[in-house]
């Protein structure tokens, strides 16, 4: 079974609100990976978060990381009609290698 | 980062008839993983190619179906051979590169068979 499990699945909001996705996990991990991909193409590396890391930040993106819980959150603050996409959590196996599994993604939608 | 580019970026296919993809990445890496993401779904790894050696295939994957070169440190080819319509997909490759371990991937092959 995959490892990450997003939720919601998908998410409609207007332009200039939050969005915020949650991903959880089921086993120890290295880190934590969110993606976004815009229209089926390929996936746009948003932001990496160590398993000791609790909060990060990269523009309007801020990502959580809470390992006790097995949970991360990917907030997008001021959303832009361009945030609309499929936005995924990756985790790696937590076995040192780079193996990385993919949840089944959230689908975003902002409306202008 | 890396900038990673594939090709074909699409293509229709016939049905039992096989198509290379080609991955090149802009710097030398260790490990490529190739991907594969049906419709509507999300990114399942098909198997990491390691340069100089046999690349290493998930449950459910076979090297007859999905050959995998790796003849150097910055290029791999993912064939799929005898392809039917549930081969449609977008395959991906991708690298790990920096200690983090932060992966990118390429923009995707889109794969359609008739």
């Known amino acids: 079974s995959q490892q990450g499990e997003e939720d919601p699945q998908a998410l409609s909001i207007q332009e200039g609100e939050n969005a915020t996705m949650n991903c959880s996990y089921k086993t120890s991990i290295n880190n934590l990976q969110w993606y976004r991909q815009n229209s089926g193409r390929g996936l746009v590396h948003l932001i990496l978060i160590r398993s000791n890391e609790r909060e990060k930040h990269s523009g309007r993106l801020r990502v959580t990381l809470d390992t006790s819980k097995k949970s991360s959150s990917l907030l997008i603050t001021a959303s832009r009609a361009a945030d609309t996409a499929s936005y995924f959590c990756?985790?790696?196996?937590?076995?040192?290698?780079?193996?990385?599994?993919f949840g089944a993604g959230t689908r975003l939608f902002v409306k202008a | 980062s890396a900038v990673i580019s594939q090709k074909p970026s699409r293509d229709i296919c016939q049905r039992g008839t096989s198509l290379t993809i080609q991955c090149q990445v802009d710097s030398q890496v260790t490990m490529m993983f190739w991907y594969r993401q049906q419709p509507g779904q999300s990114l399942t790894l098909i198997a990491t190619a390691n340069q100089g050696s046999e690349a290493t295939y998930e449950s459910g994957f076979v090297i007859d179906k999905f050959p995998i070169s790796r003849p150097n440190l910055t290029f791999s080819t993912l064939t799929v051979s005898n392809m039917s319509p549930e081969d449609s997909s977008i395959y991906l490759c991708s690298v790990v590169l920096g200690l983090a371990g932060e992966q990118f991937f390429g923009p995707g092959t889109r794969l359609t068979v008739l």
């Open positions: 990756a985790t790696d196996a937590g076995t040192g290698g780079f193996k990385t599994i």
